[in-house]
């Protein structure tokens, strides 16, 4: 297929990896459907991929599981997908390549370098001191966040950008996957982050690595949906929150975001389309958030916003 894939990761535990493994698709996606099917395949698959389609202007969300993983839990998702999008794309199986990207990407994660300040390793390399950087160790599994997805870069540069000049004490991760935002903010701040997720694998996963990283009591992994959950409530206001999740959630949440962010608190969302961006921040600007920085990767766009100081 034509255009260069636009890669992504999820991280998980790694002695999984021997299960036998199966590619599943879907094709032939306008840009708008895209996230709500990415996120469908990545219910169950340790990893996925965007394929553009340059002939078509079409895209294909291809992603890897251990065979048959998850069934019900994906034909819902695939259920949710397509009531969210309008979109009903068949679902498409076969063996994994042996040569195929995605497979490689399983056993040779490599070791990413992002920004000025992080460092992604997967636990297979040889651990080494590396001066002037964090070093987040994980492996490219079964929840979202490893690095090489766009949006997840896009946070960490934004992150990145907020240390500059603040250092925020109550933090927090909405949609932490495998946590590897948590653990970058942790890790940077020495300060406890609390980071949720609506999976039970992901919060596992996120426990996982924060104690790999050495950080078990500074990533309080759990299980909420969202800006309901008491632990959420109880916690604000909060000085910095990720909330790398997709664009209609993102919109649907903007009240509850800026009413849990302390004065002068920032907002870094991601799990958007660039051509979403302009939806996304005019629903958070209606609740008095302003853009601080708009960092594109891809295709896709991270906000930094921020809460104007009382």
């Known amino acids: 297929m034509p255009g260069a894939p636009q890669r992504d990761a999820y991280s998980g535990p790694r002695d999984r990896r021997a299960d036998p493994l199966e590619t599943i698709w879907v094709d032939a996606l306008p840009e708008d459907a895209v996230p709500a099917y990415e996120a469908a395949l990545a219910a169950v698959c340790r990893t996925v991929a965007i394929f553009l389609d340059e002939e078509t202007d079409t895209w294909r969300v291809e992603g890897v599981r251990p065979q048959g993983h998850g069934a019900a839990e994906l034909a819902s998702a695939l259920v949710l997908a397509a009531a969210l999008t309008g979109v009903e794309a068949p679902l498409g199986a076969g063996p994994v390549e042996a040569d195929g990207w995605l497979a490689r990407t399983l056993e040779a994660f490599p070791e990413q370098p992002l920004g000025r300040r992080f460092l992604i390793r997967p636990t ?18 079964i929840a979202f966040g490893s690095g090489e997805h766009a949006s997840t870069q896009g946070c960490l540069l934004a992150l990145e950008g907020a240390l500059r000049n603040r250092r925020p004490r109550r933090l927090l991760d909405l949609g932490t996957g495998s946590g590897i935002l948590a653990m970058a903010a ?18 596992r996963v996120a426990e996982q690595n924060a104690q790999l990283n050495g950080i078990p009591r500074l990533v309080r992994a759990k299980l909420a949906d969202g800006w309901r959950h008491r632990a959420v409530r109880d916690a604000r206001p909060y000085d910095l929150v990720f909330a790398n999740i997709l664009a209609r959630p993102l919109c649907a949440m903007a009240r509850s975001l800026a009413d849990a962010l302390a004065p002068g608190g920032t907002a870094i969302l991601a ?13 958070h600007r209606r609740q008095g958030l302003v853009l601080e920085r708009a960092i594109a990767v891809g295709h896709w766009t991270t906000l930094v916003l921020r809460r104007q100081a009382a």
């Open 186 to 203: 942790a890790k940077a701040l020495r300060r406890p982050v609390l980071a949720t997720d609506i999976e039970p694998w992901s919060v």
């Open 271 to 283: 799990g958007l389309l660039t051509r979403q961006a302009r939806m996304v921040l005019a629903a």
């Open 124 to 141: 297979h390399l040889v651990p080494r001191r590396v001066f002037g950087r964090i070093v987040l160790t994980l492996d490219a599994g």
